[in-house]
């Protein structure tokens, strides 16, 4: 389900938080992008799909140890709450894409151009 707030900001449902394993990241096609979200104890985040490094599409897999998104092409690391890079040889962290939980649905905003 898309809609629009007051402020045109534009939402997606994308699965249920209960189909999110915890200590994962997820991959989804949303709105013509790829995208994880990556479910950890403390919560979820939501990135671009695709490493920073060499533009490899991430897949659905484990976490790693202290809660980072691995890039199965080359290595590189990313903190799973924040995008930063923790482990080259990526050099940009993944941007980050708004998610919220509403009523146990997980939205992300899809105003790409508008998204930081
Ligand atoms: S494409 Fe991800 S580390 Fe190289």
Redesign the pocket.
Known sequence: MLDVSETGVRYEDVTSLAELRENFVTLFKVAGRAIVIARTPAGISAFDGT?T????HFGTSRLVADCEIE?P????RFDAATGAVTKG??KLPLPRIDAVIENGIVRVRVDWAATP
């Open positions: 490493c490094h060499a533009r490899f890039c092409m080359h290595g590189a040889p990526a």
